[in-house]
């Protein structure tokens, strides 16, 4: 079983002080966030998405999600290779599935599923 690898998606970044945050990346990116709500910022950056997340742990670091055609398919795949679960796949909003697991190095490995994604 594998998983077939659609490409860079997305990079979540942990943000307990999510105005901060949001500020900071504001400044740096040279523009504010499309999508602006207390449980997720996210920002447009090159066709890609930058996120905020305030619930993630900064422990965890950037979390980088890989497209796949069926996440829970990617996870499966990862699983049978030894990875585990760290967060299941399930849908985040508008028609959009994501999902992490641990690799058995440690790593975490996401996979996003984006209705709403196009490479330019």
Known sequence: MTASLLGLRTVIYPAPDLQAAKAWWTE????????DQPFYVGFEAGGYELGLLPDGDPADGALTYWGVA????????????????????????????TGTVRSPQGTIVGFISNPHFSAT
């Open 70 to 97: 069926d996440v829970s398919a990617a996870v499966e795949a990862a699983l049978a290779l030894g990875a585990t679960v760290h967060v299941p796949a399930a849908e985040v909003g508008e028609g959009v599935v």
């Open 28 to 35: 740096l990116l040279g523009f504010g966030p499309y999508f």
